[in-house]
């Protein structure tokens, strides 16, 4: 498929790595690019092939957030054009808030290579994701409410999740932005390497994925992880069990059984 803002390549071992792409106005978003990103998340999640996302940002910028100049000519934060009738009625499945929740809610693992500077919204596309990996030259701003809003990407409700509350609350309220040290201190990123071995780093990890985990049983650990966040401790303990009962029906349960007794390396149908 072919887009405008941003790139996708799948390899062989089913790692796509899609690319913010839109370096003349670094790498902000907008309305066209956040529907580039849901139709990519979509048709990674229906792609069997496909087994884990790293999304990036091409130059030496993750992504700035909104548009700055196009705010400032119209004086108001950006918000979808012409937003359908499902989108007046259901806000968070538009525009950038539907890209975040979009990121958080797909069965596939989701990892963030933050190349750059990563600032508004662009914390929110990382938020979304699974994991996130730094690149040393990196620098991070949630800068909301220096620009007299609150952050409606998704990124509020996430934060608390990643760092905790009294660090999201600091963060958010002063609208610092931090260095990669800083991003790590806080907890919002868990690795951080040097600008040409992100990639390679973060595929590395994805390949650990892919080789070591049957895919389906991938998908319903994020799915029970995910759904724990909401659920108090019975709900989550039913749910677990219910994914449990799926994947143990599986064929690849029962080649992990035979590779680990064999001591050869698990080979993944998905099925």
Same mark, same amino acid.
Not at 140 to 168: C, E, H, N, T
């Given at each position: 498929?072919?887009?405008?803002?941003?790139?996708?390549?799948?390899?062989?071992?089913?790692?796509?790595?899609?690319?913010?792409?839109?370096?003349?106005?670094?790498?902000?978003?907008?309305?066209?690019? @956040?529907?580039?990103?849901?139709?990519?998340?979509? &048709?990674?999640?229906?792609?069997?092939?496909?087994?884990?996302?790293?999304?990036?940002?091409?130059?030496?910028?993750?992504?700035?957030?909104?548009?700055?100049?196009?705010?400032?000519?119209?004086?108001?934060?950006?918000?979808?054009?012409?937003?359908?009738?499902?989108?007046?009625?259901?806000?968070?499945?538009?525009?950038?808030? &539907?890209?975040?929740?979009?990121?958080?809610?797909?069965?596939?693992?989701?990892?963030?290579?933050?190349?750059?500077?990563?600032?508004?919204?662009?914390?929110?596309?990382?938020?979304?994701?699974?994991?996130?990996?730094?690149?040393?030259?990196? &620098?991070?701003?949630?800068?909301?409410? &220096?620009?007299?809003?609150?952050?409606?990407?998704?990124?509020?409700?996430?934060?608390?999740?990643?760092?905790?509350?009294?660090?999201?609350? +600091?963060?958010?309220?002063?609208?610092?932005?931090?260095?990669?040290?800083?991003?790590?201190?806080?907890?919002?990123?868990?690795?951080?390497?040097?600008?040409?071995?992100?990639?390679?780093?973060? =595929?590395?990890?994805? =390949? +650990?994925?892919?080789? @070591?985990?049957?895919?389906?049983?991938?998908?319903?650990?994020?799915?029970?992880?995910?759904?724990?966040?909401?659920?108090?401790?019975?709900?989550?303990?039913?749910?677990?069990?219910?994914?449990?009962?799926?994947?143990?029906?599986? =064929?690849?349960?029962?080649?992990?059984?035979?590779?680990?007794?064999?001591?050869?390396?698990?080979?993944? =149908?998905?099925?």
């Amino acid at each position: 498929m072919s887009y405008q803002f941003i790139t996708s390549e799948q390899d062989a071992d089913g790692i796509v790595v899609v690319t913010i792409n839109d370096p003349d106005a670094k790498n902000a978003v907008n309305w066209t690019m @956040n529907q580039e990103i849901i139709a990519e998340c979509d &048709r990674i999640e229906k792609d069997p092939k496909a087994r884990v996302m790293i999304i990036t940002g091409s130059g030496r910028i993750f992504c700035s957030g909104g548009n700055i100049k196009r705010m400032t000519a119209q004086g108001i934060s950006l918000e979808p054009p012409d937003p359908t009738l499902r989108e007046e009625l259901y806000p968070q499945e538009a525009d950038i808030r &539907r890209v975040v929740t979009g990121i958080r809610r797909m069965s596939k693992p989701a990892i963030a290579a933050v190349n750059g500077a990563c600032i508004g919204s662009g914390i929110g596309i990382a938020a979304g994701c699974d994991i996130r990996i730094a690149s040393t030259a990196s &620098r991070f701003g949630w800068v909301f409410v &220096r620009r007299g809003i609150v952050p409606d990407d998704a990124s509020l409700a996430l934060m608390p999740q990643i760092i905790g509350y009294a660090k999201a609350y +600091e963060w958010g309220v002063t609208g610092r932005t931090v260095d990669a040290p800083g991003a790590l201190e806080l907890g919002f990123v868990s690795k951080l390497v040097e600008p040409d071995a992100l990639i390679p780093h973060c =595929k590395t990890l994805a =390949k +650990e994925i892919i080789d @070591n985990c049957p895919p389906i049983t991938v998908q319903a650990f994020k799915y029970a992880l995910a759904e724990s966040l909401y659920q108090d401790l019975d709900e989550a303990v039913r749910f677990t069990e219910r994914a449990q009962r799926v994947v143990r029906a599986t =064929k690849d349960h029962t080649e992990a059984l035979k590779a680990y007794a064999e001591k050869r390396p698990p080979h993944w =149908k998905g099925e």
